[in-house]
């Protein structure tokens, strides 16, 4: 089932020497080619090979029910060994003394059936390199790249070691019992009280004397597709203790366990994965990274450093993607944007071409309006022209290709789809109707910025929960001379007594988290 592999001094000299020049080069301002660069929040899996159709639905009739019983039956079993283990303490006790005797052998117990359901789930062959540091000399183990849950599977082979979860995780049945086995460290991201006592929490564990294990964290705080490291979060780098970095990989034919913003849902996924015949997985621990002086006094070089030194050793790039894109991922989704997942990209190559400002794309929208079928799909070339960049530049080519459907600079984009988006970037933090006033244009049926029917709603829908049929009586109010196109001004004119007037007068941002309720327990 294991295969343990000590690490190799030549392959240790190696990864320090590509982290040398990495962090020598590394500059988040450097361009890169069209041909190297790296959504890691993108990953395609499609079932367009009749032999993979044939084997996947075979691998579901006889293999998944058997996989899923045998899956089942493991976690109930670690959740029964956890309970156990956890019986009889307090919250206090759990959070404030590190568990012992019996209890110890109760946590590796519910590691070793976590170990099993994994490998009833298709992971037989789990290689692992080098050794896992004491907590003495590594207080902090940091793991990179974070695909999703199956990574958790290093947890088992660190003590088990200790994890940041997110605080609803304690909730999630069964599963939350064995997070808590570990004695975890919960962290509620919305919350900035949240986040300060989760470092306090982590310092003060691995400063004491007591026999705590590691803690173990996935600094990047998001999934990837494993095609980058993102940016890691400077939290478990702040004490400026040393941290022994764990690199992972799947190195698998077909990626079937990364969840991505953009792809399959976890569903497929876990569908997917299990009805694998076999799923690799790799396992390195690296040599104990010990800071610099200038390292201990700034977590974020600290944590950039890792993170460098963790993508030479598997030999994938570093990436700007991080958590707080994730932010705007979710205020994009939220509203129904389009190119939800691709808006870093997007924001990063206009920044590159000099378009952060938006008054190119304003120009264009008035230029060009009212946009049809005709003068709205648009070839490279025409697209370099119109917004007065080198058709040659990588960033230009990489713009495209996002907006093209097959991700080539061959064939046409949607140039509307690209204005929607350069609009929307460009008037972040601003008042809605400024958006607003720019997508009548983009949206017009008639020159002057005049929508119809259909039109209204599509400049309003990502701006408003207003439905269909609410817009379509806001349309009829506003069209009082019945032509069937109304002005920007006649729509502002109508809606000072509406709800949608509420929505339009807030900033074009996404709405900060309210930190939540305490409880008089915590």
């Known amino acids: 089932m294991i295969f343990s592999l000590p690490a190799e001094n030549e392959r240790i000299n190696h990864i320090r020497m590509n982290f040398q020049r990495l962090t020598q080069i590394s ?25 993979t159709k044939l084997k996947t639905y075979l691998m579901t009739i006889f293999l ?36 012992s005797g019996w209890r110890r052998e109760m946590r590796e ?51 088990p070691s200790t994890v940041v979860a997110k605080s609803k995780a304690a909730d999630l049945p069964l599963i939350g019992k064995i997070i808590d086995i570990t004695q975890p460290i919960y962290v509620c991201r919305e919350d900035a009280n949240s986040r300060h006592m989760t470092r306090h ?113 598997i030999g994938i790039p570093g990436t700007e993607h991080g958590l707080n894109d994730c932010k705007l991922m979710n205020y994009m989704l939220a509203i129904g944007m389009p ?33 049809t079928d005709e003068n709205a799909h648009v070839t490279l070339d025409e697209f370099a022209r119109r917004l007065d960049v080198a058709k040659e530049d990588h960033s230009t080519r990489i713009l495209f290709k996002i907006f093209n459907k097959d991700k080539n600079t061959c064939g046409l984009i949607d140039f509307r789809e690209y204005l929607l988006l350069a609009l ?6 601003k008042p809605k109707l400024e958006l607003l006033k720019l997508l009548f244009k983009l949206f017009s049926g008639a020159p002057g910025g005049l929508v119809n029917r259909e039109g209204l709603y599509r ?35 109508i809606i000072n007594c509406h709800p949608v007037l509420l929505d339009l007068q807030e900033l074009n941002e996404p709405k900060p988290y309210a930190a939540p309720q305490q409880s008089s327990s915590n």
């Open 109 to 159: 117990l519910t590691a070793l059936a976590m170990r099993l359901l994994y490998f009833f789930g298709s992971f037989h062959y789990i290689k692992v390199y080098g050794e896992c540091a004491t907590p003495r000399e590594a207080p902090f183990v940091v793991v990179g790249p974070h695909y999703s849950l199956f990574d958790s599977i290093v947890v088992a082979f660190c003590g």
């Open 201 to 313: 929490l982590m310092v003060e564990r691995v400063i004491s004397k007591e026999d705590w294990p590691q803690i173990l964290v996935f600094p990047e705080g998001t999934c990837s597709n494993g095609k980058a490291i993102v940016q890691f979060k400077p939290g478990a780098f702040a004490p400026g203790l040393p941290v022994q970095p764990v690199a992972i990989r799947y190195p698998n034919a077909v990626n079937t366990v990364s969840w991505t913003w953009e792809g399959p849902g976890v569903p497929t996924l876990l569908w997917r994965t299990l009805t694998t015949l076999h799923t690799s997985f790799e396992i390195h621990f690296l040599p104990v990274y010990y800071p610099n002086d200038q390292e201990r006094s700034d977590a974020k070089l600290y944590a950039l450093n890792v993170r460098n030194y963790i993508a030479c050793a």
């Open 64 to 99: 998944l029910p058997i996989r899923a019983v045998l899956m089942s039956l493991c976690l109930v079993v670690a959740w029964m060994f956890a309970s156990i283990g956890l019986y009889g303490l307090t919250e206090k006790e759990r959070r404030s003394i590190p568990i």
């Open 424 to 429: 929307f970037l460009s008037t972040l933090g």
């Open 459 to 493: 400049a309003v829908k990502y701006l408003s929960t207003v439905t269909p049929s609410q817009c379509d009586q806001l349309f009829a109010k506003a069209d009082s001379t019945g032509r069937g196109l109304v002005s920007f001004d006649q729509f502002v004119s």
């Open 339 to 371: 190119y939800y997942a691709w808006s870093h990209d997007i924001a990063k190559m206009r920044k590159w071409l000099g378009l952060t400002v938006g008054t190119v794309e304003e120009r264009l929208v008035g230029q060009h309006a009212p946009f």
């Open 27 to 51: 500059n988040p301002d450097a361009r890169i080619s069209e041909f190297e660069y790296v959504n890691p929040f993108v990953l395609k899996l499609e079932l367009d090979d009749p032999w």
